[in-house]
């Protein structure tokens, strides 16, 4: 039997609005569209350009270094400095608290393509791309053990909405107005750069497992997508859900992988420790068997 729509379950009570996401999102594409004709009447200094560039980026490596392969897969170890500064970065993205944002992932890990699937692609893009997040529950907290008693964890919790607040609102509205823009200038761009992040993890759930070729495993849909380069290396979604412990993604000598080589530099200079990386005869072994068509494989543990 066909699955339900989103719309039949919401009627079925098996969905639920999430109006605190609803609320989010809409404001903030709201900003980003009124930004645009923003930038074009107004303009944006140079300084403004930056603080929302390079913002992309730490907030980015926050998600891509700490949540996702340092807390999430076990794939690396940080010198405690160095979780800190990242997970303020992570603010930068207003993707939930780590916890939420861990527990969710664990399930996509353990449940890809099934109904306990948070964002299931097998129920549409856009369900996998953000209907998801408006319109199921959020899911269950529950952390591997390693990371309960997480110092830096609970202290980005206690603190999220502040720091979410000063990167987003008070420091982008502050620019601004030193560079003579109005103070609701900093905040439209934020809400354009907000939009932008946002759109490109999501893509992560939805094109990566829509597009793309799977060169690593065929047991699930998740996607190589190397034309996609803006997820700071987790376009090679097809790797990952393969290996899922390895630090890399893009595993290939010249694969865009930015968060990679951010490891494998704080692991030069001493900040970062236990790299945990495939060993090369079984990354070529299943290069192999994949190109022969064997679809067997012997399983990795996601963390
Ligand atoms: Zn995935
Ligand atoms: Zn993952």
């Not at 992040?197 to 495993?217: D, E």
């Amino acid at each position: 039997m066909e699955r339900a729509t989103p719309a039949e379950r919401l009627t079925q009570r098996d969905l639920v609005i999430q109006l605190p996401a609803v609320i989010f999102l809409s404001i903030m594409h709201a900003l980003a569209l009124a930004c645009i004709p923003y930038l074009y009447f107004y303009g944006a200094d140079s300084p403004e350009i930056a603080y929302h560039v390079v913002g992309y980026f730490l907030g980015g490596f926050g998600i891509t270094a700490l949540y996702h392969r340092a807390w999430t897969h076990n794939a690396v170890q940080y010198a405690r400095s160095v979780e800190y500064i990242l997970a303020v970065c992570s603010t930068f993205c207003i993707q939930m608290p780590a916890r939420q944002w861990i527990s969710t992932h664990i399930k996509h890990h353990a449940h890809t393509d099934s109904e306990d699937d948070p964002h299931n692609i097998e129920e549409g893009f856009w369900w996998a791309h953000y209907e998801w997040i408006i319109l199921a529950p959020l899911p269950k907290i529950e952390l591997p053990p390693r990371l309960e008693n997480h110092p830096v964890i609970a202290w980005q919790e206690r603190w999220y909405w502040p720091l979410s607040f000063t990167v987003n609102i008070a420091i982008p509205i502050a620019i601004g107005l030193a560079c003579g823009a109005p103070w609701w200038g900093g905040l439209l761009l934020s809400g354009l750069r907000l939009t932008i992040t946002s759109h490109m993890v999501y893509a992560v759930n939805s094109v990566c497992h829509v597009w793309g070729k799977r060169p690593w495993t065929h047991e699930v849909t998740a996607r190589d997508v190397w034309w996609f380069p803006f997820t700071l290396g987790e376009q090679y979604h097809n790797y990952h859900h393969a290996f899922p412990r390895d630090y890399r993604h893009g595993v290939g000598k010249f694969d865009f992988d930015p968060t990679k080589w951010l490891i494998a530099g704080l692991a030069k200079v001493g900040l970062a420790r236990n790299l945990f990386a495939m060993p090369e005869r079984r990354i070529a072994e299943t290069r192999k068997m994949m190109s022969e068509g064997t679809t067997e494989k012997v399983p990795v543990p996601a963390e």
